[in-house]
């Protein structure tokens, strides 16, 4: 039989999607049938969802800590003009804490046949690719009683990048090497640098400086002044295992060794010495090798940006053979890896002869300021055990050291924000002593 008046009415708004209907009017569609058509005629006039179309622009990568902004530009269509709420969804990382809700909603109104560009601004608060999600539309009718309600998939990336804080240490450290290089009155000599020019012998010279045939040949006593060698072979190697994981302070272990490795890669560079990077647990997660100076540190900052711990112990005979594979002359291996004393003394200690045998090798590694301070603490029962245990920790880190430096490897071992620029230091003096 067929449906007529209130009850055909009735079944048409019960017919009607989901969510469609404002809440606050449900419960009166029952009782009044001009209010109940009005809705109806309210969500017959709503623009449609399903035919908007979309585009996105915008930002492609960022800096940890700033902000990015994707521009999304909605076209209407439809022959409706097109009022609407608009939530641009992404991944819970890609604001402040407390932001979302302003940042990700828009309100707009598009007339027929026209477009709109909205503006979502991001700001990530962790490292990595974030991926745009749904775009939920609820569209009005001209009353706002009624509204249709679709979503729509419109990819899009963000890598965030490293922060790259220890670059605010570049400039000094170039400035010594600058030092090194010649670019100054200061010549430093040291086993297998490389020859510059002669000049005047000055008190306090080198005597195995003296150039004796130069001298034979003026009045004079000329000495050789020497340079640090150029074009070397510099491989930072990234240890992603578990120990990588532990947070120290605010950030992860990892966190810290990635912007130790981006400052020796900066500087390095400038130096004139070819750097690759190897990440490696118990297979390689990031690599960048044969790169020039200009495209070096940004495909080392764009490898690092995905790159997190694995909860996996590292396999360090792998580490160790993949190193030497990716360094086949001589070079210098800069491992930024834990300290701890179980993972060195039973994995890298055992394979550490097969890389000192051809390589220069130095180990960086984060430790925690709190261990420091919970040594120093006295005053009740419970400080004393601290100590006692910030202690014993302190020793044996020593003594992990002590038994690296015994194999020949230079022992870089800092806080987070004192490791960058100390590995920028160890790297400095031992091109001055001519060990690169």
């Not at 709109?116 to 009718?141: F, H, K, M, N, W």
């Not at 912007?259 to 647990?281: E, F, I, M, N, Q």
């Not at 004393?341 to 180990?363: C, D, I």
Request: net charge positive; glycine share 6%.
């Amino acid at each position: 039989m067929a449906l007529t008046g209130r009850t055909a009415l009735l079944a048409a708004l019960g017919s009607l999607p989901v969510g469609v209907l404002a809440p606050s009017w449900t419960g009166m569609l029952a009782v009044n049938a001009p209010l109940s058509l009005a809705i109806l005629c309210d969500y017959a006039l709503a623009a449609p969802v399903r035919t908007l179309r979309f585009t996105r622009s915008g930002d492609t990568s960022v800096r940890l800590g700033d902000s990015a902004e994707v521009q999304l530009t909605v076209t209407n269509t439809s022959s409706r003009r097109l009022r609407a709420h608009l939530r641009d969804a992404w991944p819970p990382s890609s604001w402040l804490t407390g932001t979302e809700q302003t940042a990700s909603r828009h309100k707009l109104t598009i007339p027929s046949g026209e477009r709109r560009r909205l503006t979502t601004v991001l700001r990530p608060t962790r490292r990595g690719d974030r991926q745009a999600e749904r775009i939920t539309v609820r569209s009005y009718g001209p009353l706002g009683l009624a509204a249709r309600q679709g979503s729509h998939k419109v990819p899009w990336t963000v890598r965030v990048l490293p922060p790259f804080t220890s670059r605010k240490h570049l400039p000094s450290r170039l400035a010594r090497l600058r030092e090194l290089d010649g670019r100054t009155s200061v010549l430093i000599r040291g086993q297998g640098t490389e020859f510059d020019s002669l000049r005047d012998y000055v008190p306090g010279d080198d005597t195995r400086s003296i150039d004796w045939r130069a001298t034979a040949r003026q009045t004079t006593v000329a000495v050789r002044t020497w340079r640090p060698e150029r074009d070397r072979h510099i491989l930072v190697v990234l240890d992603t295992g578990r120990t990588s994981a532990g947070r120290v302070g605010d950030v992860p272990r990892l966190d810290a060794a990635m912007d130790a490795a981006l400052l020796l890669t900066a500087l390095a560079s400038r130096a004139g010495d070819r750097v690759d990077l190897l990440a490696y647990d118990r297979r390689i997660r990031a690599q960048v090798q044969g790169r020039s100076a200009g495209d070096l540190l940004p495909a080392v900052v764009n490898a690092l940006a995905p790159l997190e711990p694995e909860l996996v112990e590292t396999d360090a005979r792998g580490l160790s053979a993949t190193a030497l594979h990716s360094a086949p002359r001589r070079s210098l291996i800069v491992l930024l890896t834990s300290l701890d004393a179980a993972p060195v003394e039973e994995g890298l200690l055992p394979v550490l002869p097969q890389l000192t045998k051809r390589h220069t090798v130095l180990v960086a590694s984060v430790a925690d300021p709190h261990i420091e301070q919970m040594s120093k603490t006295r005053g009740t029962v419970e400080a004393v055990y601290e100590a006692a245990a910030g202690t014993q920790a302190q020793a044996q880190r020593r003594r992990t050291a002590e038994q690296l430096q015994r194999h020949g490897v230079t022992v870089v071992d800092a806080t987070p924000d004192n490791l960058a620029p100390a590995l920028a230091d160890a790297y400095l003096a031992l091109k001055a002593a001519g060990r690169l």
